[in-house]
């Protein structure tokens, strides 16, 4: 633990092995039902979002991204491995994985609000939530966000695009271009100093006081966890006709970027219902960043912060650049999660670029975290603690945004 403790200090890129996997523990909060529930409330709502968005009409509203073969690529990372890429970089509307959980819980409440005076109906074509006398109800109230940039753009496209005035907290980490594009979908953007727990302080904050106001907690949203979880019954189906059907020997490895741990969580939570033994989960951080590590091996969960080591929260990565991990989500982590590893910086920029120049991807550095995984979790020891033969794991990139990334 203290030797473990001491590499996270020096920045050193480490692969940790979660002792408490697949260990009983507590009972978790929500389930499987939880998961096909929204799967549901995403499909009645498919045909207002192929309304609303031109890029979303392609796939009848229904907002999911490619399975990819990634021949050159995979050559680098792991020659001879199975791989593949699940392309949330590129998920329309959003542009990344904040796709899945941010659209979904604003529709939660737009759905909530909505039923709620009565001017909707379950069974009912949702488009009519397109019409005048329900967007000026919509109108009436304000969601708001903190973030570092993608959650913010997810949540403000889809607020303002429902008729909702939309308003988001940004931390110094995000980008120029991102606080550019919402404001060109007419959202209010707030710009802070501090970092992204400051920001998503602020915003929560002010969101108490208006009753009216509606606020996205990305540090404690289940509907956004469970809009993330979606992702596993997607992936199943694009497997499946890859005739691909992980069981406990021949299992999934998959990599996902991590910050304050919602998307890949709610991802992991997701794939452990449905494949059970049969896929393995690590998360990705950065050397600067390793939040989510930190929480789950010292067992302090969201009670210690990267600053506490002595580590700076600076990272090219801004998705990732999260000073302490989701306390709900560490705590749902705690035997679901089969490890984490980080990564350099520079590593991460390198991986970004053969995305692009072997496969034509067009990512963010934080959307390559994952990249280093494969040759990571395979040199340490968990193939051979589980007695798992390498060479039958399909591992999983998982890229999370890029797709608006200028030029
Ligand atoms: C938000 C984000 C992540 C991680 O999601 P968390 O819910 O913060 O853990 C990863 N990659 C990108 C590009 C992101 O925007």
């Excluded at 691909?244 to 992991?268: H, Q």
């Excluded at 700076?312 to 989500?329: E, M, Y």
């Amino acid at each position: 633990m203290d030797t473990f403790l001491e590499k996270m200090r020096q920045r050193q890129a480490l692969c940790w092995l979660n002792p408490d996997y697949e260990q009983p523990g507590e009972a978790l909060p929500c389930g499987l039902g939880d998961i096909l529930d929204a799967e549901a409330r995403l499909f009645r709502f498919a045909p207002l979002l192929a309304e609303l968005f031109e890029e979303a009409a392609e796939q009848f509203g229904v907002i999911e991204s490619r399975l990819l073969d990634i021949p050159r690529l995979g050559k680098e990372l792991l020659p001879g491995g199975k791989l593949l890429l699940k392309a949330d970089h590129d998920l329309p509307v959003a542009g990344s994985v904040k796709a899945r959980g941010g659209i979904y819980n604003v529709l939660c409440f737009a759905e909530e609000v909505c039923l709620k005076a009565g001017v909707l109906s379950c069974g009912e074509n949702y488009r009519k939530i397109n019409t005048p006398a329900i967007r000026e109800l919509l109108g009436r109230y304000t969601v708001s966000v903190g973030s570092t940039g993608n959650l913010g753009l997810s949540i403000g496209t889809i607020a303002a695009a429902l008729g909702f005035k939309a308003k988001v907290h940004m931390s110094c980490e995000a980008k120029e271009w991102k606080k550019q594009l919402l404001r060109s979908r007419g959202v209010e953007v707030i710009e802070h100093a501090g970092d992204y727990s400051a920001a998503v302080a602020q915003g929560r904050k002010e969101s108490q006081m208006d009753p009216f106001s509606y606020f996205v907690d990305d540090e404690n949203s289940m509907e956004l966890f469970l809009g993330y979880s979606v992702a596993a019954l997607r992936l199943r189906d694009q497997l499946r006709l890859r005739q691909i059907f992980p069981d406990k020997d021949n299992p999934l490895f998959v990599y996902l970027p991590c910050g304050v741990g919602g998307a890949p969580g709610g991802i992991c939570f997701g794939l452990k219902m449905i494949f059970k033994e049969a896929v393995h989960c690590f998360f990705a951080e950065p050397v600067d960043v390793p939040c989510m590590a930190l929480g789950l091996a010292t067992g302090k969960n969201d009670a210690i912060s990267v600053y506490d080591i002595g580590l700076t929260n600076k990272t090219i990565a801004d998705g990732l650049a999260v000073a302490r991990p989701s306390s709900f989500v560490g705590k749902l982590m705690k035997n679901l999660l089969a490890g984490c590893i980080t990564l350099t910086d520079e590593r991460m920029e390198q991986f970004r670029q053969q995305a692009k120049t072997l496969e034509n991807l067009k990512i963010e550095p934080s959307a390559a975290a994952g990249f280093a995984g494969p040759e990571m979790v395979l040199s340490g020891d968990f193939c051979r603690l589980r007695k798992i033969d390498p060479a039958r794991v399909t591992h999983i990139l998982w890229t999370t945004g890029g797709r608006y990334l200028p030029e």
